[in-house]
Structure formats: C-alpha cells, structure tokens
C-alpha cells in the first residue's frame, strides 16, 4: 500500500463523523444504521462472518509482540516497562546484544553489569528477552572491518558465548531464545558489524551454537536474522544443520514493507525450504518487522491498521511468532552513543527513523495503542470470515474472563460499511466497543480508544453494523449481562 494523501484528511473525518463517530459508527443489532449514517455516500458493503461457537485453538497472542532496538548501553524505556509495555503482554522482546555492553573488556574478563540493566527492564516488562548476539569484542576482533568474521581465537570466543548463557541461565532471567547474528547478509548497514557468506556464517553459527548448547541444553538455537528472506544464508544454515546435526530450533528474517502480502510470501517462502527437512523441527520468527523505512505511509492512520493486518496475515500463514520493530525511538547521535568505538564511521545509518510505539520524546504513537488492542485477544481463537478484501477481523474468546474480544479494521484508503454477522451466541451479550482515533492530537488513552454507546445482541444470531473509516480501527468486548448492575 502507498500512503495515502494526507490533503484528504478533513474531509475525512467529516464524513466519519457525519457516520457517528471516528472510527467507528455506533454498532447496532439487526442491521439498524445510525443516525446520520445515510448522508455517507459511496461507501463499500463488506460482511464478515463471526462464529462465536467455533474455536480454531489457542490464538496465543503474546507470541506477536515488539522488539528493543538499537545501539545503546543503556535502558531506554525503563519508565514505561512495568506499566506500558507489560500491559501488552509480549512473550518475548528481542534484545540486541551489541559491543555497546562491553561484555569482554580484556582477555578473559568478563562485564556484564550494563547488559544486566536491559535484561532487568525486559523482565520487569513480564517478557522473556530473545538474545540477539551481534557483539564483536576488540580483543577478538582488533580490526574494524565487516568483512572480518572469524575471530582471532575460537576457544575465547566461545569461552566468552558460554559464560554469558549461563550467567543468564543460573539466574533465574528464564531466557530460551538465542539468535546467532543480525542482518548478516547486509552487514554494518544492518546495525552489526558482520557481513556474513554461506560458508562463514555456518562456521561462525556452529561454533557459537556449541557454546550455547554447552551451557543451556534447553536452549532454543538459531539465526540468521537476515535483512532479506531471500538470502542464501537462510537455507544454507538450514542444510548445514540438517547435514551436520548442528543444534537450530528457530529461523528468523526480518521485514520492512508497507505492503502486507510481502509478509505472506516471505513466510510461504521460508517454509517451503523447510519443507526439504522434514525431520527438522523449526519455528519461524519474523523478529523485525515495519512499514517501508526509506518512504513510510505518512496518513496517520495507517501505521496501526498496518499492524493489525499484517499480524492477521502472519497468523493465517502459520508464523510461529514475530518481534515488532521496535518500542521506542531514540537519537542517533556520536557524542551519546557507546558504539563508535566498534563500529566503521562510513557504514553506520545516521537517519534517525520514526518505527517506535514511543516517539522520540517517549510520546506514544497510536501504533502503541493497536498493540494495546491486541493484546485483548486472549484464549481461544474465534472464526471469522469475510466476504471482501477491504475488512479483516481477529476474534477469542477468554474463557477466565467468560467474554468475546473481536478486533475489526478496514485496510484500504476508502470508507467501508462492515456487517458483522454474527452465530452461535449462547445467551444475551451486552457488548462494549471503542474506536482508535490515530488523529486527534491527545494521547490520553480514552481519547485514543474512544469508548461507544452500549448494545446488546441476542441468543442465537446478530447482526452490528459498523462505519470504518479509512484505516479505521475497532475493538468489541461481548459478554454476559450481569445480573447485578451498578444503577
């Protein structure tokens, strides 16, 4: 998708509100439009099929969760760890373990006090870091070059692997997941300092992998986190693996595109390679993954309804799990940062991108607040299906919570009249929505998530209307109707 024109936004929002609201229209039973809806014109009828009675598993949300990016030392947004980021409820935040965290300052020894702070701040987050070891220490590597990925001595290479995992591992930080590189097939453009071949990488990968599995047995073990699912690096290692019986429980790769079947064909690519190793057992991580970084949609409603639809994309073609990229934006800057030291001055990226859930000032942007919907999804994945192209939709229902969560949004430039048709209700449900306003200038969360006006839905079947403007984005809870009210 290209962005959309942002001159078209006033007019916009009058006809959203001319529908009822931004975002979305008051819902109704049946099939009863709201008022005002009919002076809306040309807008799309799409229908979406809920089955509240059919389950497809667990939907296991938190697997689809964010990412912790960068070049820094220090934790960027400790603040917002146990409030923020732990009410999105990521299973894993994906850690760059960089040279930034000077883990071998002299021979032999080790420092692990500034990597200590970032692991804290994930787990205060009640996530699980997904260790991504790029580090490249100037007593192994004396000379800065990309292109240099062997270091100078393998014993304290892996000397150096195996005390970090067991450091980790003997404290209780409950980590699992190791990823050996980063961009490699890029190199330092990537944010590493390695540029890897077929035939280096697997050396690199074995070597580094011995010494994981040395020290956690129970360690989940892979890579490449290539910048291009195409990359020969990827089923090289997976070949190397399958030949050599080399530990791998995980491959990754990475993308930025804000065309979100890019995403289908990324997946659908990778497992066919798979395919041609039936008796590896591989999970699939896409663990960095944006809208287009060089010509972002600038319609600010189109970063969280892109979140929304490539999440929906990534589950229907059976990913494993994914790291959104990333949690907060921060500056770029030579007189801040501790990279330089390791790092070529003509390589590294000085384009300060605007990717964060938090912006530069630590301002959420409404991407934030999609994550927010999101993470709702909890129990067990309902059926939906649609009748058009324009609308999707994620439902579960919680079983502890005794409640149906749906998530619906309209990726395409244009107005859509959604008709949520839904089956298999087993009782009265009072249902509650808010509509994600991406516009409005305030972050304050009832602004963001706008509540809307109670409805009820009867046993048996239901119809809600609802008015999606472009990119618009809802959330509905349904569940029983108390039988104790508060007046």
């Known amino acids: 998708m290209d962005s959309t024109n942002n001159e078209k936004l006033p007019r916009r929002r009058i006809l959203a509100a001319l529908a009822g609201g931004i975002g979305f229209a008051a819902a109704n039973v049946a099939g009863v439009l709201p008022s005002g809806a009919a002076e809306v014109s040309k807008i799309n009828d799409e229908q979406l099929h809920i089955s509240l009675d059919r389950e497809r598993g667990p939907l296991r949300i938190g697997r689809f969760g964010v990412g912790h990016g960068g070049y820094w030392d220090e934790p960027t947004w400790l603040d917002r760890a146990s409030g923020e980021i732990r009410s999105l409820r990521s299973q894993t935040i994906r850690l760059f373990v960089t040279e930034s965290y000077d883990l071998l300052p002299a021979p032999g020894k080790y ?42 001595n393998w014993t304290a290479w892996q000397d150096l692997v195996f005390n970090l995992v067991k450091r980790y591992k003997e404290n209780g930080s409950g980590i699992e997941y190791w990823e050996i590189g980063n961009e490699g097939d890029i190199g330092a453009q990537g944010g590493a300092p390695y540029k890897f071949t077929p035939e280096n990488y697997t050396t690199y990968y074995q070597h580094t992998a011995a010494a994981i599995a040395r020290a956690d047995p129970d360690a989940y073990i892979g890579g490449p986190a290539v910048a291009h699912y195409t990359s020969a690096l990827l089923p090289a290692l ?75 994309r990534m589950l229907e073609a059976g990913l494993d799990s994914s790291n959104y990229y990333h949690i907060r934006d921060y500056y770029v800057e030579p007189q801040v940062m501790t990279f330089l030291p390791w ?128 990119f618009g984005v809802t959330s509905i809870l349904l569940q029983k109707i108390s039988r104790r009210a508060w007046g």
Request: with cysteine; charged share 20%; proline share 8%.
């Open 111 to 152: 420092n692990w006090s500034k990597l200590d702070k970032s692991v804290e701040m994930i787990l205060r987050a009640g996530s699980k870091p997904l260790m991504c070891i790029i580090f490249k220490p100037r007593v192994l590597f004396p000379t800065l070059d990309q292109n240099v990925v062997t270091p100078n």
């Open 238 to 312: 997976v070949a190397y693996c399958d030949r050599t019986k080399t530990p791998i429980h995980f491959v990754s790769w990475h993308n930025y595109n804000s065309d979100p079947s890019t995403f289908t064909k990324s997946i659908a690519h990778i497992k066919k390679i798979l395919a041609g190793h039936p008796s590896l057992k591989i999970e699939t991580i896409i663990d960095e993954w944006n809208c287009s970084i060089g010509n972002p949609p600038l319609d600010p409603r189109f970063q969280p309804c892109f979140i929304a639809e490539v999440t929906y």
């Open 343 to 470: 790092w070529n001055p003509e390589s590294w990226n000085r384009i300060s991108l605007m990717l964060g859930l938090f912006d530069f000032q630590n301002v959420p942007r409404p991407s934030y607040f999609l994550f927010r919907l999101l993470s709702r999804l909890r129990g067990n994945r309902i059926d939906i299906n649609g009748s058009g192209a324009k609308i999707h939709g994620l439902g579960s229902y919680d079983d502890s919570m005794k409640s149906y969560n749906l998530l619906i949004w309209n990726f395409s430039d244009s107005p859509v009249r959604a008709r949520l048709i839904l089956s298999g209700v087993p009782e009265q449900l009072k249902g509650t929505r808010v509509a994600l306003d991406s516009v409005i200038a305030s972050n304050e969360e009832f602004h963001r998530l706008q509540p809307q006006p109670e409805f009820h839905v009867d046993k048996g079947e239901g119809t809600i209307s609802a008015d999606l403007e472009p």
